[in-house]
């Protein structure tokens, strides 16, 4: 099992759009890979990308699974061969059942899954979270502004504090701007943000994900949420997201079957575990990489 944490304590930066659309990448990249979306949040778009009918009143949910200290009996299958849990009503209940924040991560071993488990956080450092933060094998920390590299930079220290390591978090460039176009030069903000996070060491991932109208409309669409792989193929998210899923394939370890020439650039890319001056240095030199895949991926092919 590997668990992967979607975090940031600033909403809208693309946490749910992320796990949900990822989740979909790893299955078709990795057909043999079981995946399981966990929403930590009482917003049902978890529920209402994946469910296969609209899920009766009184279905289990993750609230149940958390008493019985086991998932076993309240993963669905999916839409796309995703599993899920659905969510929560609220999540008031389960915060006062999660003071412990090892709490998740013994659930996660007792539920035996055998596959990647993807855990979408709210937007707080809260109980929950810090669950999802200990459970995680990895952390992916979107950011889309300067508000939410302050807010990536409270998590760090919160992983620090809980003396959890720090490099276990990466960065992700979300909802990237493509109205200065043409040139990085016109990109002052992500030249910014991409100079701050290189100063204090953080690593990131080489793929990011740009704004765009086409998957604004999917994901906010009365009903049912569509994925970005079956409803936005030929934009530039479409092969971002495809590029992010080789990537955490290749980070998490099983990158060996299918895992296609994105993910071996990538894995050269993304700086390696180890103590936070190596990762400065692994930092500095992708940014050459960066500025390549900005070029490649957001200017070249607009949708
Ligand atoms: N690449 C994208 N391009 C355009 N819009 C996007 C993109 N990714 C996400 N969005 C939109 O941004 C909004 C916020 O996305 P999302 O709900 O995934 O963020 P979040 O971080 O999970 O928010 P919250 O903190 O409320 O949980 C949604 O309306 C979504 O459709
Ligand atoms: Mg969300």
Redesign the pocket.
């Known amino acids: 099992m590997r668990v992967l944490a979607?975090s940031?304590n600033?909403?809208?930066?693309?946490?749910?759009?992320?796990?949900?659309n990822l989740a979909i990448y790893l299955r078709a990249l990795r057909e043999d890979l079981p995946v399981l979306v966990v929403g930590l949040?009482d917003?049902n778009?978890i529920d209402r990308m994946f469910a296969l009918s609209p899920l009766e009143p009184g279905t289990e949910n993750l609230k149940h699974g958390w008493a019985r200290r086991s998932l076993a009996r309240v993963i669905q299958l999916g839409q796309y061969g995703v599993h899920f849990v659905p969510s929560p009503p609220d999540t008031a209940l389960l915060k006062g059942r999660a003071e412990d924040p090892r709490t998740l991560r013994r659930i996660l071993d007792r539920s035996e899954w055998e596959g990647v488990v993807i855990l979408?956080?709210?937007?707080d450092l809260e109980a929950l979270t810090a669950n999802a933060l200990f459970a995680a094998d990895r952390v992916i920390v979107?950011v889309a502004d300067r508000a939410s590299l302050v807010e990536a930079g409270k998590l760090f220290r919160m992983l620090e504090r809980a003396q959890l390591d720090p490099d276990k978090a990466r960065i992700l460039f979300?909802?990237?701007d493509r109205r200065s176009r043409g040139t990085l030069e016109g990109s002052d903000l992500l030249h910014l943000l991409a100079g701050e996070i290189e100063r204090r060491g953080w690593p990131r991932y080489h793929t990011f994900?740009?704004?765009?109208?086409?998957?604004?409309?999917?994901?906010?669409a009365r009903g049912r949420?569509q994925s970005?792989l079956h409803h936005a193929k030929g934009t530039a998210?479409h092969r971002q997201m495809r590029g992010l899923a080789e990537e955490v394939l290749v980070d998490l370890g099983l990158g060996d079957k299918g895992a296609g020439d994105g993910a071996r650039a990538a894995a050269a890319a993304v700086v390696p575990g180890g103590s936070r001056a190596p990762s400065a240095v692994g930092a500095r030199s992708d940014s050459v990489d960066w500025k390549a895949a900005l070029l490649r991926g957001v200017w070249r092919r607009p949708d």
């Open positions: 979607i940031s600033k909403g809208g930066v693309g946490k749910t759009t992320v796990a949900a949040d917003q778009t979408d956080t709210k937007s979107p979300t909802l990237v994900l740009a704004r765009s109208p086409r998957v604004e409309s999917l994901i906010s949420p970005i998210v």
